[in-house]
């Protein structure tokens, strides 16, 4: 592991931190390309990481107005690598993928090209150019585990990932660890939970919050199932956690970014309800969810004590703000 190499493959990186405290100023400004980066998080890390001095490229499939973005697709590794060789980058965040249990399903192709068969582009070029990794990975590697789910639960527990964004995710995590091995990349792997907040839009397969909030606002009808707990990570303390990564760079970790308290999906449903001014009348209720972890307990120590990963905003806070961004951004209530 790397924790004191200033210099590497001739590039220069900043020294990982013996302290815990969040930085808001990096000691050397670094080059970040941000695959996935109009995307949700992306979006809201491209602006975490300028925030704090970086030189950010995000990279997408849509087109941007933004003046350092690229239009790549990651399932073609000639668009990836044109990147490299005509940018400098010491530091990849990996958040590119297509999103989702049940578009997964319904759209398994694009699925596994973006996410698996991207992937592996994205590695190739990483043996080529050497840049370090930050991968976005999912809790839904758990699978059908329903206990405190530590990094280490993968190494040591046989679990059934339930569906194929589940398994495109944990093929990427055996992508990366094989990777390393065989040719000495450097990434750090994270375990996304349920973020939400401003930039995520809506579809029919985005998660519980945007759901919730985008039909709740439209006056539409949605389903509640009974019985599922979930933990909710406001996207700005996750995107802090993500930017502290570069200054305590730690080659082949795996992170867990999730919170401590657990809600009912139901709890969830009542706060959407109370700040779009619904009464819940249009709310279905049905039983527990098939092919979906009924619990997803995460222990975020080890990101706490080396990220210094901190959820600072509740989940009644985080709510608030979505439903008002989703206002503004839908224009809901204008005349």
Same mark, same amino acid.
Not at 193 to 221: I, K, S
Not at 264 to 275: A, F, I
């Given at each position: 592991? /790397?924790?004191?190499?200033?210099?590497?493959?001739?590039? *220069?990186?900043?020294?990982?931190?013996?302290?815990? %405290?969040?930085?808001?100023?990096?000691?050397?400004?670094?080059?970040?390309?941000?695959?996935?980066?109009?995307?949700?998080?992306?979006?809201?890390?491209?602006?975490?990481?300028?925030?704090?001095?970086?030189?950010?490229?995000?990279?997408?499939?849509?087109?941007?107005?933004? %003046?350092?973005?690229?239009?790549?697709?990651?399932?073609?590794?000639?668009?990836?690598?044109?990147?490299?060789? #005509?940018?400098?980058?010491?530091?990849?965040?990996?958040?590119?993928?297509?999103?989702?249990?049940?578009?997964?399903?319904?759209?398994?192709?694009?699925?596994?090209?973006?996410?698996?068969?991207?992937?592996? &582009?994205? /590695?190739?070029?990483?043996?080529?150019?050497?840049?370090?990794?930050?991968?976005?990975?999912?809790?839904?590697?758990?699978?059908?585990?329903?206990?405190?789910?530590? $990094? &280490?639960?993968?190494?040591?527990? @046989?679990?059934?990932?339930?569906?194929?964004?589940?398994?495109?995710?944990?093929?990427?995590?055996?992508?990366?660890?094989? %990777?390393?091995?065989?040719?000495?990349?450097?990434?750090?792997?994270?375990?996304?939970? &349920?973020?939400?907040?401003?930039?995520?839009?809506?579809?029919?397969?985005?998660?519980?919050? @945007?759901?919730?909030?985008?039909?709740?606002?439209?006056?539409? @009808?949605?389903?509640?199932?009974?019985?599922?707990?979930?933990?909710?990570?406001?996207?700005?303390?996750?995107?802090?956690?993500?930017?502290?990564?570069?200054?305590?760079?730690?080659?082949?970790?795996?992170?867990? /970014?999730?919170? #401590?308290?657990?809600?009912?999906?139901?709890?969830?449903?009542?706060?959407?309800?109370?700040?779009?001014?619904?009464?819940? %009348?249009?709310?279905?209720?049905?039983?527990?969810?098939?092919?979906?972890?009924?619990?997803?307990?995460?222990?975020?120590?080890?990101?706490?004590?080396? /990220?210094?990963?901190?959820?600072?905003?509740?989940?009644?806070?985080?709510?608030?703000?979505?439903?008002?961004?989703?206002?503004?951004?839908?224009?809901?209530? $204008? *005349?």
């Amino acid at each position: 592991m /790397l924790h004191d190499n200033a210099f590497k493959n001739g590039r *220069r990186f900043p020294p990982v931190s013996e302290h815990l %405290s969040a930085r808001t100023e990096p000691q050397v400004m670094t080059s970040i390309l941000i695959t996935g980066g109009r995307g949700f998080i992306g979006t809201n890390l491209t602006a975490e990481l300028r925030k704090r001095g970086h030189d950010v490229w995000p990279a997408d499939i849509v087109q941007s107005d933004d %003046s350092q973005f690229i239009r790549c697709d990651v399932g073609s590794y000639r668009q990836i690598e044109r990147i490299f060789e #005509e940018h400098k980058i010491d530091v990849v965040y990996h958040a590119a993928a297509e999103y989702g249990r049940w578009n997964g399903e319904a759209y398994y192709e694009n699925l596994w090209r973006t996410n698996a068969v991207g992937t592996k &582009n994205v /590695l190739t070029a990483q043996k080529k150019f050497r840049f370090r990794m930050i991968f976005f990975g999912s809790a839904e590697v758990y699978g059908d585990y329903d206990g405190v789910m530590a $990094e &280490n639960v993968t190494d040591t527990i @046989p679990i059934k990932q339930m569906n194929d964004y589940a398994i495109t995710k944990w093929a990427n995590e055996l992508q990366i660890i094989n %990777s390393a091995a065989m040719d000495k990349t450097e990434t750090v792997r994270v375990r996304l939970f &349920n973020v939400y907040g401003p930039h995520e839009h809506y579809t029919t397969f985005r998660g519980v919050v @945007p759901v919730f909030v985008y039909r709740a606002l439209h006056d539409e @009808p949605y389903t509640v199932y009974r019985g599922h707990k979930r933990t909710f990570e406001y996207v700005e303390d996750i995107c802090r956690t993500l930017g502290n990564i570069i200054d305590r760079f730690d080659s082949g970790e795996v992170f867990n /970014l999730g919170s #401590e308290k657990q809600y009912n999906v139901e709890e969830l449903s009542g706060l959407v309800e109370r700040y779009t001014g619904r009464d819940g %009348s249009k709310v279905l209720f049905k039983d527990a969810e098939p092919f979906t972890t009924r619990y997803k307990v995460a222990d975020s120590s080890k990101a706490k004590k080396r /990220l210094g990963h901190k959820i600072t905003v509740p989940l009644e806070e985080g709510v608030r703000r979505t439903v008002e961004w989703f206002k503004k951004e839908y224009r809901i209530g $204008e *005349r």
